[in-house]
C-alpha cells in the first residue's frame, strides 16, 4: 500500500514536473522573436549568386573569433584583385547564420575602387557563420567564412 | 539633421588609392528589440549609402538591419582628380543625410 502510494506520488512529481517544464518552453518560444537559419542563408546566397559555383578562396573575411559584445562587431573583407578595367571584383556580399535576418552588408564597387577591401562593423545576435562573397566581372563568385563565438547578443535584448 | 564624421585626404597624388572613412549618427533599430514597456520598437535603419566622385558613383551599399548602431564604413578609391566627393545616407522614415568632402589631387 505505502509503496504504491509512493510510486504514485513520485509519478505525480515527475509529471507535474514534465508539465511545468513545458510550460516554461511553450512560453520562451512565444516570446523568441524570429531567426535566420541556415537554410534562410543558404536561401540569399542562392539569390545573389544564382546558378554560378561559390568557391573557397581569393577573399579574406577579417573578423576576431571570440565576441564579448555583439552590438558592434568590426568586420573587414578584402579580395585578391587588380582591379583593372578588365578585372575586378564587382561586389561584396556579407551573410549570416541567425540573425533575425541572413543579410548584413552588400556593397558595391568597379575598378576605381583601386583595392577591393572594405570595413564596417555589424551585429551578431549568437555564436555563428558569417560568410563573406565577392562577385567578380567575370562572373565567378568566391567566398570566406568565419565562425564566431558572441558572449553578449545583439538585435534581440530589451534595453 | 545627423551628424556625420568623414576622413578623406586633403591631398592626393594622381593615381594613388586612397582610404575614406564615413561614419553617421543614427540608431540602425533593427526592429526586433523590445523597449522598456515591451513593446517592440519598430524598424529604423539607413539602408542605402553611396559615394559619388565628381559626380560619378563610386561606392554603394547596401545596410540590412544587421549592421551596428552609427554605421562606420570604410573604403578605398583611386584619386584621379581634384574635386568633389559627396556623400549620401537614406533610411526608414524618409531619413537621408548629405555631406561633402573636397580633395585635391596634383
Known amino acids: 500500500m505505502s509503496n504504491a502510494l509512493h510510486a504514485t506520488r513520485r509519478r505525480f512529481l515527475v509529471?507535474?514536473?514534465?508539465?511545468?517544464?513545458?510550460?516554461?518552453?511553450?512560453?520562451?518560444?512565444?516570446?523568441?522573436?524570429?531567426?535566420?537559419?541556415?537554410?534562410?542563408?543558404d536561401a540569399?546566397?542562392?539569390?545573389?549568386?544564382?546558378?554560378?559555383?561559390?568557391?573557397k578562396g581569393k577573399v579574406k573575411l577579417d573578423l576576431a573569433p571570440l565576441i564579448e559584445n555583439g552590438n558592434t562587431v568590426p568586420l573587414a573583407v578584402s579580395v585578391?584583385?587588380?582591379?583593372?578595367?578588365?578585372d575586378y571584383v564587382k561586389a561584396i556580399h556579407v551573410f549570416n547564420e541567425k540573425n533575425p535576418q541572413p543579410n548584413v552588408v552588400s556593397v558595391h564597387i568597379g575598378p576605381?575602387?583601386?583595392?577591393?577591401?572594405?570595413?564596417?562593423?555589424?551585429?551578431?545576435?549568437?555564436?555563428?557563420?558569417?560568410?563573406?562573397?565577392?562577385?567578380?566581372?567575370?562572373?565567378?563568385?568566391?567566398?570566406?567564412?568565419?565562425?564566431?563565438?558572441?558572449?553578449?547578443?545583439?538585435?534581440?535584448?530589451?534595453? | 539633421m545627423a551628424r556625420a564624421l568623414i576622413n578623406v585626404p586633403a591631398k592626393a597624388k594622381r593615381g594613388?588609392?586612397?582610404?575614406?572613412?564615413?561614419?553617421?549618427?543614427?540608431?540602425?533599430?533593427?526592429?526586433?528589440?523590445?523597449?522598456?514597456?515591451?513593446?517592440?520598437?519598430?524598424?529604423?535603419?539607413?539602408?542605402?549609402?553611396v559615394c559619388s566622385y565628381n559626380g560619378e558613383e563610386i561606392f554603394r551599399a547596401d545596410?540590412?538591419?544587421?549592421?551596428?548602431?552609427?554605421?562606420?564604413?570604410?573604403?578605398?578609391?583611386?584619386a584621379t582628380e581634384s574635386g568633389k566627393l559627396e556623400f549620401k545616407w537614406t533610411g526608414d522614415n524618409g531619413f537621408s543625410a548629405v555631406e561633402t568632402a573636397t580633395i585635391t589631387v596634383e
Not at chain 1, 21 to 34: D, M
Not at chain 1, 112 to 126: N, P, Q
Not at chain 2, 21 to 47: A, F, Q
Open chain 2, 16 to 49: 594613388d588609392v586612397i582610404e575614406i572613412k564615413t561614419l553617421i549618427s543614427h540608431p540602425m533599430e533593427p526592429g526586433y528589440r523590445p523597449d522598456s514597456s515591451g513593446v517592440v520598437m519598430p524598424r529604423d535603419i539607413i539602408n542605402l549609402f
Open chain 1, 44 to 55: 540569399a546566397i542562392k539569390k545573389v549568386v544564382g546558378g554560378a559555383a561559390l568557391r
Open chain 1, 112 to 159: 576605381r575602387a583601386g583595392k577591393a577591401s572594405i570595413s564596417t562593423r555589424i551585429r551578431l545576435a549568437d555564436t555563428q557563420r558569417v560568410i563573406a562573397i565577392a562577385e567578380m566581372s567575370d562572373g565567378t563568385f568566391w567566398s570566406d567564412e568565419a565562425e564566431v563565438v558572441v558572449t553578449l547578443a545583439a538585435c534581440l535584448e530589451g534595453i
Open chain 1, 80 to 86: 585578391e584583385s587588380p582591379m583593372s578595367a578588365e
Open chain 1, 15 to 41: 509529471d507535474s514536473a514534465g508539465l511545468i517544464a513545458g510550460i516554461g518552453l511553450v512560453s520562451v518560444a512565444a516570446i523568441e522573436p524570429a531567426r535566420a537559419t541556415p537554410a534562410m542563408m
Open chain 2, 63 to 78: 545596410l540590412f538591419a544587421a549592421v551596428a548602431a552609427n554605421p562606420f564604413i570604410a573604403f578605398s578609391t583611386v
